[in-house]
Every structure is written in structure tokens, then in C-alpha cells.
């Protein structure tokens, strides 16, 4: 059985501090799933795995950068 570090998972604010972008980009993400950032619902609670975002940053920019060039911001 895998056990987990309690400071590993960040709450939507430091993610988004971690990651660079926004509160609302992570929350939308959430619902929309176009950056595909991984995250868990923990009952009402999300948490987002500092490793998995550790992983995923490589192509976040790419996909950020995508996403805003196709939106009518």
C-alpha cells in the first residue's frame, strides 16, 4: 500500500502559486479537462499531488499557451 507525505498535496491556491497560473484556470480546468491537469477529490475537498503536477509542468506551459491562443480572451 502507497502512503502519501501530507505536504505532497496542495490545495487549489498553491497549486496554482506552484504552477504559475490562476485559481479559476485550475477550477475550470476541473470542469472542462482541456490541460488535463491531474488533481483528487477528497470528499468536498481537491487536492492536487505536487508530484503529478512535477510531471505534468513540462507540457503544462505548452498547453496553456494553446488553450489562451484559442480562446476569446
Known amino acids: 500500500m502507497k502512503t502519501y ?3 505532497r498535496w496542495l490545495t487549489t491556491a498553491q ?3 506552484y ?3 490562476s485559481k479559476s484556470t ?3 480546468d476541473r ?3 482541456l490541460l488535463k491537469i491531474p488533481f483528487t477529490r477528497l470528499g ?3 487536492r492536487y499531488d505536487q508530484q503529478d503536477l512535477d510531471r505534468q509542468r513540462k507540457g ?3 498547453r ?3 488553450y489562451y491562443s484559442r480562446s476569446n480572451i
Request: glycine share 4%.
Open 60 to 62: 503544462f506551459i505548452r
Open 44 to 46: 468536498k475537498s481537491v
Open 5 to 7: 507525505s501530507i505536504s
Open 26 to 28: 485550475l477550477e475550470k
Open 19 to 21: 504552477l504559475g497560473c
Open 15 to 17: 497549486a496554482a502559486a
Open 31 to 33: 470542469v472542462y479537462r
Open 64 to 66: 496553456i499557451i494553446d
